[in-house]
């Protein structure tokens, strides 16, 4: 049971202000709030995880996790957060409990668990894929996870229910499956809602899930989650599409700016940093583009397009921007790439890496250093440099296609059957 201090009453509603205003000043040294962190881009700060483990060596704690899932954990001080679906194995109708777990971050212990929908799927999913690929989102005062069509909820740290709401079925291309992520700042919870049928894209208030805003948007499936920036003292909201870049503002919606050229099937989420932003995407074709975030309309052969790659780029792995290098994977295998983020010019191309094949989890960095991982469970540990230098090659043992989170001096990585807590042992 966590332990928490007495707050009167007529104090509630200013502590929760403060925690608000508070979040994203403390969340680089203490949190992991959202998918890829605190900046969106993949890179813990003030993190120093170990750089040599395994399912084994270095592990403070491993929890099992029962069921599938590969959206990523988010920690908030003393918690951890993981979705999972569980399969009922003796129900023929394929029904599946949507669970959000809560796990007490010194022990590795389940703190509560609680089973968000049950039902059966409406559509199948990629063999790869799981029913719950999205990651979920803290601010310190909610989590709230996504389950997509099965639904959006909102919980207290203590397991309470505040709110759900549900948007409908979403009918993904080709029975991939769902997976992008909602993200969050300030009091605005942020849905991406792109599918084969009416795509959408809402603002929600985080108290009471209400719609604050929502855009209708000429897009079919797309698995990016969205990135917020601020440019000018104002938030935007980028996403990524198949037919286009758009940022849109984000305490209205409208629609700021739009660039072309993306490729079928986003997936890879944007990132941004220096006065710029990076989309990219890489199946049946390849598209990474670098844009400044002023522009307005159509910035398509503009100044604002900085520069623009057409091969090697990323399709399921998102880029890693940290120290004005950007770092992704060509499509799905484990050829690095890393190039200097103002100019597109490479460090190195296309470099192969034993241990890397193929990939589904985003690179993340964290004390100079870049984690890669595998499907297969192994996780090389590069040194943050122009030139490439292997540090480490590490094994969980099991499949892992969640991006691993580092917070501190520990990494959490969540496996097929684990949560692990990788942290160096005396």
Not at 172 to 187: A, L, V, Y
Not at 204 to 216: K, M, R, S
Not at 225 to 235: A, F, R, S, Y
Request: glycine share 12%.
């Amino acid at each position: 049971m966590l332990i928490r201090p007495f707050i009167p009453k007529y104090l509630l509603f200013v502590v929760t202000l403060l925690t608000v205003v508070v979040v994203e000043a403390t969340a680089f040294s203490e949190n992991w709030g959202h998918w890829r962190g605190a900046g969106g881009n993949g890179v813990a700060v003030d993190a120093n995880p170990p750089v040599s483990f395994s399912s084994t060596e270095n592990i403070a704690w491993k929890t099992p996790i029962e069921g599938s899932g590969s959206g990523s954990p988010v920690i908030w001080q003393d918690v951890v957060f993981v979705t999972s679906a569980i399969e009922q194995r003796d129900n023929p109708n394929g029904s599946h409990r949507f669970v959000l777990y809560c796990i007490d971050r010194k022990t590795g212990k389940i703190v509560w668990q609680r089973v968000a929908a049950e039902g059966t799927p409406h559509e199948g999913t990629h063999e790869t894929n799981t029913y719950a690929s999205a990651s979920p989102c803290t601010d310190g005062v909610r989590v709230y996870a996504s389950f997509g069509s099965r639904g959006l909820y909102a919980y207290t740290f203590d397991g309470e229910l505040v709110w759900k709401r549900n948007f409908g079925n979403m009918q993904m291309r080709n029975g991939f499956g769902e997976g992008s992520s909602p993200t969050i700042s300030g009091n605005r919870l942020i849905v991406p809602w792109d599918h084969e049928g009416p795509s959408q894209l809402y603002s929600l208030d985080t108290a009471t899930g209400e719609i604050v805003w929502q855009v209708a948007r000429d897009e079919v499936s797309n698995w990016g989650t969205p990135l917020i920036i601020e440019h000018d003292g104002k938030k935007q909201i980028i996403t990524t599409g198949e037919n286009l870049v758009r940022s849109y503002d984000f305490d209205s919606g409208a629609l700021l700016w739009y660039v072309g050229g993306q490729t079928q099937r986003p997936a890879a989420s944007p990132v941004a940093g220096d006065g710029l932003v990076f989309v990219g995407s890489g199946f049946r074709g390849s598209f990474l583009g670098a844009f400044r975030p002023d522009g307005r309309g159509d910035i398509e052969d503009t100044s604002h397009v900085v520069w623009t790659r057409d091969r090697d780029t990323p399709d399921i792995g998102s880029p890693l921007l940290s120290n004005s290098r950007l770092y992704f994977y060509k499509g799905k295998t484990g050829l690095l790439t890393c190039v200097d983020a103002a100019t597109g010019e490479p460090h190195y191309v296309t470099a192969r890496i034993d241990g890397l094949g193929s990939i589904y989890a985003s690179p993340v960095a964290a004390g100079g250093y870049v984690y890669l991982t595998d499907r297969s469970g192994t996780i090389v540990v590069i040194r943050e440099s122009n030139e490439l230098e292997i540090v480490s090659t590490n094994s969980m043992n099991e499949t892992v296609d969640a991006t691993p989170a580092p917070v501190d001096n520990q990494l959490f990585v969540r496996g097929a059957r684990h949560l692990f807590c990788v942290e160096a042992r005396q």
